[in-house]
């Protein structure tokens, strides 16, 4: 069966630290990835998605950059921190039919 | 622009009794709608999914309808019990790749 892993779940960091979260799939190949970003009490915001290895579309201008290096692993990352990039961040992927599904989400708080 | 509208933004209900969530989209060429459930600080979990033929899907005590010609769905909570509180979410994909999320109903269950 298809899992996804996200690690960490919570992180506390310092504003101009770098950042680096971590989501590997399992069971399937060649998956869309997606990263997303959830405010508190707001939705979910596409920040970036890849359809194959070294392919990567950003949805949002940010501090942010995602990178995949592997099919099954994708990775997104910051050289500084931001106040601002406090939030609840979701990795999930697609197999190009009807499965959809988010890893457990790390909370990163900026400090 | 591809939107998806969830109503309402947030609910009180007592336990045992029913609930109705609304979604209306505007994601045009319509391929699926999903359903997801996500309990605080955890990622979405898929409750139903449905693909343009699909009038209604049950999951449990969850059913959804969708009607693809008004680009309306709902989904029903029937018998709402304490572990139902959580944030529902409504995303419709218009292609393989990418998905349009609605910001999510906010539901407290009462004892």
């Known amino acids: 069966s298809q899992t996804i892993h996200q690690w960490p779940a919570t992180l506390v960091q310092p504003v101009g630290s770098p950042l680096s979260l971590e989501c590997t799939v399992e069971?399937?190949?060649?998956?869309?990835l997606y990263w997303y970003r959830q405010a508190a009490g707001r939705g979910l915001q596409l920040l970036f998605y890849?359809?194959?290895?070294?392919?990567i579309s950003s949805e949002v201008p940010q501090n942010l950059s995602a990178s995949r290096p592997q099919d099954r692993q994708f990775i997104l990352s910051s050289k500084k921190l931001l106040l601002s990039d406090s939030g609840f961040y979701l990795c999930?992927?697609?197999?190009?039919?009807?499965?959809?599904?988010f890893g457990q989400g790390t909370r990163l708080t900026v400090v | 622009k591809n939107q998806v509208e969830q109503s309402p933004q947030s609910l009180i209900i007592l336990e045992g009794k029913n609930c109705t969530l609304q979604c209306n989209y505007t994601v045009s060429p319509f391929s699926n709608l999903r359903w997801y459930k996500q309990d605080t600080g955890r990622g979405p979990v898929s409750l139903t999914i449905?693909?343009?033929?699909?009038n209604t899907k049950s999951n449990g005590r969850y059913t959804a309808t969708l009607d693809a010609d008004t680009k309306q769905s709902s989904l029903h909570i029937t018998a709402s019990q304490l572990s139902d509180s959580a944030s529902y979410i409504c995303?419709?994909?218009?292609?393989?790749?990418?998905?349009?999320f609605g910001a999510g109903t906010t539901v407290t269950v009462r004892a």
């Open positions: 995303v419709v994909s218009a292609n393989d790749y990418k998905l349009s």
């Open positions: 999930a992927w697609t197999d190009g039919g009807l499965g959809a599904f």
């Open positions: 449905m693909t343009f033929s699909e």
């Open positions: 890849s359809v194959g290895i070294g392919q």
């Open positions: 069971g399937t190949s060649n998956p869309n």
